[in-house]
């Protein structure tokens, strides 16, 4: 199996910055798309940015200029540097991972646990 380990969250005021990481370990063959997830009570889990095996960036509209993502793929690493926050960006972020395994040998979608980043105002 596939696990996926976040850390970086906290609190920051409003205007700091924040870096998240989240290392994938277990029976992995390849990582295709990584990407970062947030949620907060009461809402849907949102997209906050992807990121292909190649470098090839997403982002949602609203943090665009303001957080970046990569990876190392020699780490299974993703990382999601968040400059500028909002009080707007307080949530729960998750880690996903595209994971073909050398078990299964099909892709399959797995998730970390979560961190918490609040921003304060």
């Known amino acids: 199996q596939v696990q996926l380990v976040e850390s970086g969250g906290g609190l920051v005021q409003a205007g700091g910055s924040l870096r998240l990481s989240c290392v994938a370990s277990g029976s992995i063959f390849t990582i295709n798309d990584m990407g970062w997830y947030r949620q907060t009570p009461g809402k849907q889990r949102e997209l906050v940015a992807t990121i292909t095996r190649g470098g090839t960036t997403n982002y949602v509209d609203s943090v665009k200029g303001r957080i970046i993502i990569s990876r190392d793929n020699t780490k299974n690493t993703v990382y999601l540097q968040m400059n500028s926050l909002k009080p707007e960006d307080t949530a729960v972020y998750y880690c996903?991972?595209?994971?073909?395994?050398?078990?299964?040998?099909?892709?399959?979608?797995?998730w970390g646990q979560g961190t918490q980043v609040t921003v304060s105002s």
């Open positions: 996903n991972a595209k994971v073909i395994t050398t078990t299964s040998w099909n892709q399959g979608d797995y």
